[in-house]
């Protein structure tokens, strides 16, 4: 069984910084993708950052500000969120999966397995 489990989530003043965690178990993912995404209250969840092999796509409201990284040998992807702004403030979701192309990877939908999430809340 695959389990995802984020950390990292908190309050953050606006122009803070946090930097969210996330670590599988019970398969690896080295060769597969790992990516975040999330959901503010009322609205659908939408895509932050994904990474496979070479492809590191950003949604365009956080190119600059958040970094996704990697370490395939403890099955852990990372956001760096630096700069944040209230809207920012979400339910941040881990997604990990084999069998995405570079053009899926935008996609939750083409995500197999998924984290419980964590809380990001940045005031003003």
């Known amino acids: 069984q695959v389990l995802l489990v984020e950390s990292g989530g908190g309050l953050v003043q606006a122009g803070g910084s946090l930097r969210l965690s996330c670590t599988a178990s019970?398969?690896?993912?080295?060769?597969?993708?790992m990516g975040w995404f999330r959901q503010a209250p009322g609205k659908e969840r939408e895509f932050v950052a994904s990474?496979?092999?070479?492809?590191?796509p950003y949604a365009d409201s956080v190119k600059g500000r958040f970094t996704i990284s990697r370490d395939n040998a403890k099955n852990t992807v990372y956001l760096q969120m630096n700069s944040l702004k209230p809207e920012d403030t979400a339910v941040y979701y881990c997604?990990?999966?084999?069998?995405?192309?570079?053009?899926?990877?935008?996609?939750?939908?083409?995500?197999?397995?998924w984290g419980q999430g964590t809380q990001v809340t940045v005031t003003s």
């Open positions: 019970g398969r690896s993912f080295r060769s597969g993708a």
């Open positions: 997604a990990a999966g084999m069998s995405l192309i570079t053009a899926s990877l935008r996609n939750g939908a083409a995500y197999a397995h």
């Open positions: 990474m496979k092999g070479g492809s590191t």
